[in-house]
């Protein structure tokens, strides 16, 4: 009886590896319905077109006339073919796209026209930097954190909390550090608004 205990459980783990082996696959074709081969699971290489979702890569996910949608990603996301790419968990890696959609936590460099980010520890690299909290640099035209940014460089710096921020003008509600600019604006600033340069006020 127990041997017969053992031999069923080899069997349920070897099925569920086979299961697990056949759903991962090293190149996929994705586009509106399909992905060829079918697998969530791609170590290697995806390709997409109009629109490809599948639920993991680690390698290269590729994008062109359209948007990649992966809910984990570790790798190398490139796009920029009229391409966009939304990561819904989490994202590692470097990601160069018309468009980052990026809904979980990133880890690495994100550049595109627009970064529609939420936490990134790392760099956002963009014309528009849009996210919660970066924990690392936004570098554009236009940054905003919603929540906190440690580094802005910009032609216009918003962030709720900002440790240091460097362009024409800057603003936040609560300065951790240092702002330079055209015009800066800080609530705890030494003085509200400053020209070239403010701090906090008990800096």
């Known amino acids: 009886m127990r041997f017969k205990k053992i031999c069923l459980a080899m069997l349920a783990t070897l099925s569920l590896s086979q299961v697990a082996v056949a759903n991962e696959v090293t190149a996929q074709f994705s586009t509106v319905g399909l992905n060829a081969p079918a697998g969530q699971q791609v170590d290697g290489f995806r390709f997409s077109l109009f629109h490809g979702q599948t639920e993991t890569v ?92 440690l580094v802005d460089f910009g032609v216009m710096n918003y962030a709720k909390t900002a440790k240091f921020q460097f362009g024409l003008f800057n603003v936040t509600e609560n300065l951790q550090g240092l702002q330079i600019g055209l015009l800066n604006y800080a609530e705890n600033g030494v003085v509200k608004i400053l020209p070239l340069i403010n701090f906090k006020h008990s800096f």
């Not at 062109?64 to 190398?76: A, N, T």
């Not at 550049?111 to 939420?118: E, F, P, R, S």
Request: proline letters at 0%.
């Open 58 to 149: 680690k390698g290269f996910d590729m994008a062109v006339l359209g948007l990649s949608e992966v809910d984990k990603l570790d790798g190398i996301s490139f796009n920029l073919l009229l391409g966009a790419s939304k990561i819904n968990n989490a994202f590692s890696g470097a990601s160069f796209s018309l468009l980052n959609w990026h809904l979980g936590h990133d880890t690495g460099f994100n550049m595109a026209l627009v970064n529609n980010t939420t936490h990134v520890k790392g760099v956002n690299l963009a014309m528009v930097n849009l996210s919660k909290t970066v924990a690392g640099a936004n570098i554009g035209l236009v940054n905003y954190s919603e929540k906190l940014s």
